[in-house]
T-cell receptor, first 110, second 113 residues
Framework: DAKTTQPPSMDCAEGRAANLPCNHSTISGNEYVYWYRQIHSQGPQYIIHGLKNNETNEMASLIITEDRKSSTLILPHATLRDTAVYYCIVRRTSYGKLTFGQGTILTVHP | KAGVTQTPRYLIKTRGQQVTLSCSPISGHRSVSWYQQTPGQGLQFLFEYFSETQRNKGNFPGRFSGRQFSNSRSEMNVSTLELGDSALYLC????????????FGEGSRLTVL
């Protein structure tokens, strides 16, 4: 699986958009970008994933650059409940193993 | 639809004992994987089961084992417990081997004294 690089921490004001970057410069053609988050003491929660096109669901949007070497997870209107560790993971869909890095600690403040 | 259910949620054991943790996947999901989370090592993959067969294995000693039953429920066992086995053990399920999204349970928090 390709390695990813994320900033260790970010802050965001409640109601504003949170933009979480991820670098995955060694991604290969059959690898997807997945985002999970983990709220304190809970199991990780799937957010979104994509291959090369931008994706949007009820939780977030995923923007993948054209060369696929980086991506951004966007939480359009962050709330205090979005405070969590966000993990960017690159993997083949068929591969069951998720390799978690250190992630980004997102703190949403009032 | 019920989520992934793990039991017990909390348990305390002493060194040398063994422990068995249980995981019931989302209904219809046939793959179950296990992860260990510690403050020092983060989230680490233990193994994945599909159709009662282990499909992937992480880099853990043989004291860590698992199995999956015909109803897709899974158990993991840790024998000869060590202090370093204290961790949050997470189970995740997915529908099949070509399905990317994993859905995690709340975990079983093991404390080894």
């Amino acid at each position: 699986d390709a390695k990813t690089t994320q900033p260790p921490s970010m802050d965001c004001a409640e109601g504003r958009a949170a933009n979480l970057p991820c670098n995955h410069s060694t991604i290969s053609g059959n690898e997807y970008v997945y985002w999970y988050r983990q709220i304190h003491s809970q199991g990780p929660q799937y957010i979104i994933h994509g291959l090369k096109n931008n994706e949007t669901n009820e939780m977030a949007s995923l923007i993948i650059t054209e060369d696929r070497k980086s991506s951004t997870l966007i939480l359009p209107h962050a709330t205090l409940r979005d405070t969590a560790v966000y993990y960017c993971i690159v993997r083949r869909t068929s591969y069951g193993k998720l390799t978690f890095g250190q992630g980004t600690i997102l703190t949403v403040h009032p | 639809k019920a989520g992934v259910t793990q039991t017990p949620r909390y348990l305390i054991k002493t060194r040398g004992q063994q422990v068995t943790l249980s995981c019931s996947p989302i209904s219809g999901h046939r793959s179950v994987s296990w992860y260990q989370q510690t403050p020092g090592q983060g989230l680490q993959f233990l193994f994945e089961y599909f159709s009662e067969t282990q499909r992937n294995k992480g880099n853990f000693p043989g004291r860590f084992s698992g199995r999956q039953f015909s109803n897709s429920r899974s158990e993991m066992n840790v024998s000869t417990l060590e202090l370093g086995d204290s961790a949050l053990y997470l189970c995740a399920s997915r529908a099949g081997l070509n399905t990317g999204e994993l859905f995690f349970g709340e975990g079983s928090r093991l404390t080894v004294l």
